[in-house]
Every structure is written in structure tokens, then in C-alpha cells.
Antibody, heavy 118, light 107 residues
Framework: QVQLVQSGAEVKKPGASVNVSCKAS????????IHWVRQVPGQSLEWMGW????????KYLQKFQGRVTITMDTSASTAYMELTSLRSEDTAVYYCARGLGGRWFDPWGQGTLVTVSS | DIQMTQSPSSLSASVGDRVTISCRAS??????LSWYQQKPGKAPKLLMHTASSLQTGVPSRLSGSGSGTHFTLTISSLQPEDSATYYC?????????FGGGTKVEIK
């Protein structure tokens, strides 16, 4: 079945960077986009950006421009999200999700908790 | 950016009740609206897209309607497994944005 499996929880100090991976299986990786969405504890969902797994094109939310980079390794059917210059407000669960048709998301990865604390 | 506003933010209803959740967009988004269900500690799950297209495997007691700026998610007969937070999401234009969520509890 179609599945996205993310890397494990991370604890980082302010100013550090984090790299979260998202391994896809059950479908042709290059046929779809991969989106990254984060959820601060107790809050709603915030779309961060996406990568077109067919051509590598990316688009990011303006507020993360310059701090976030989404990449991929098609040979490993894996997408990556790197967030730099971490601050406490970046403590959140980060999800990857496959983008379909008109940019709705299915399925989602299980989520990766990133905790930023000194 | 398109703002998505959900109401109510939470509700409590009994098993068998009809429940309606509203989602309003700050500008017209045609039918580029999706709904997700999220249970505690779990990833969101796609329920429907293009406002009213039910995702495979989602119970038919859930339905969606609307176009333009006003959308609704209806649960025709609330079941215990429907206890969750529901989010709407617009895909009309970038950046893609979500509503604030509606928490549904069972009395």
C-alpha cells in the first residue's frame, strides 16, 4: 500500500539545523509531489512547501524562505526537509504528505517531532 | 494569502446526532477545498477533496458541500469513532492554507 515513513524524533539546540527524511513506497515516487506541513503542539496545520518529485522543482512558504530546503533522492524514493537557524517556536511535529491532483494530501507520514530547546 | 475560518472551534454531540462544521474562505476558491480528520497523536487523514468528493474508504455518513467561499462538512449520524479534530484546506492558490480546526467530542 502507499506509505510514507519519516525519520525519528529530534532534539536540537537553538541555532542548529534539522533534517527530516520521508521515504515513500507503494507508488512511483516521481509521479507525484511531496509536501511538508508542520503542527505546533495544540495548534493547526501549516503548509511549509513542496517538491515536484518528477523534476525537483520546489516552492516554499514565504515565512520559511531562506531557512527551509526540500530535496529528494529519487533512487531512494525519499524526500528531505532541512530547517536551519532553529528557534524554540520551531518546536512542532513535521509531516510529509503526498500531493494529489489539485494539491490535496494523501497519505501523510507518521510525523516527526522536532524539539528545539537549550 | 487566503484565510480559512472554521466554526465552531469545538462541539459536543451525542451518538446519532447530525453534525455540521463550517469553513469559510477569505476569497472565492471555487471547489478547491479538502477536509481532513485528525485523531490525537496521529497524522491527518484525507476525508474528501474538491469540496464533496469522498475519499475511498471514508464512511458515507460524511458528506461535503459548498463552493466559492462557504463550505460545510456534515456527519449525518455521529458515531464514537468520529471523535476527532477536523480541518479544511484550500488548494486554490499558493500558499496552501488550513482552517483552525473543529474538535468534535461525543457526549
Amino acid at each position: 500500500q502507499v506509505q510514507l515513513v519519516q525519520s525519528g524524533a529530534e532534539v536540537k539546540k537553538p541555532g542548529a539545523s534539522v533534517n527530516v527524511s520521508c521515504k515513500a513506497s507503494g507508488y512511483t515516487f516521481t509521479t507525484y509531489t511531496i509536501h511538508w506541513v508542520r503542527q505546533v503542539p495544540g495548534q493547526s496545520l501549516e503548509w511549509m512547501g513542496w517538491i515536484n518529485a518528477g523534476n525537483g522543482n520546489t516552492k516554499y512558504l514565504q515565512k520559511f524562505q531562506g531557512r527551509v530546503t526540500i530535496t529528494m533522492d529519487t533512487s531512494a524514493s525519499t524526500a528531505y526537509m532541512e530547517l536551519t537557524s532553529l528557534r524554540s517556536e520551531d518546536t512542532a511535529v513535521y509531516y510529509c504528505a503526498r500531493g494529489l491532483g489539485g494539491r490535496w494530501f494523501d497519505p501523510w507520514g507518521q510525523g516527526t517531532l522536532v524539539t528545539v530547546s537549550s | 494569502d487566503i484565510q480559512m475560518t472554521q466554526s465552531p472551534s469545538s462541539l459536543s454531540a451525542s451518538v446519532g446526532d447530525r453534525v455540521t462544521i463550517s469553513c469559510r474562505a477569505s476569497q472565492s476558491i471555487s471547489t478547491y477545498l479538502s477536509w481532513y480528520q485528525q485523531k490525537p497523536g496521529k497524522a491527518p487523514k484525507l476525508l474528501m477533496h474538491t469540496a464533496s468528493s469522498l475519499q475511498t474508504g471514508v464512511p458515507s455518513r460524511l458528506s461535503g458541500s459548498g463552493s466559492g467561499t462557504h463550505f460545510t462538512l456534515t456527519i449525518s449520524s455521529l458515531q464514537p469513532e468520529d471523535s476527532a479534530t477536523y480541518y479544511c484546506q484550500q488548494s486554490y492558490s499558493s500558499p496552501l492554507t488550513f482552517g483552525g480546526g473543529t474538535k468534535v467530542e461525543i457526549k
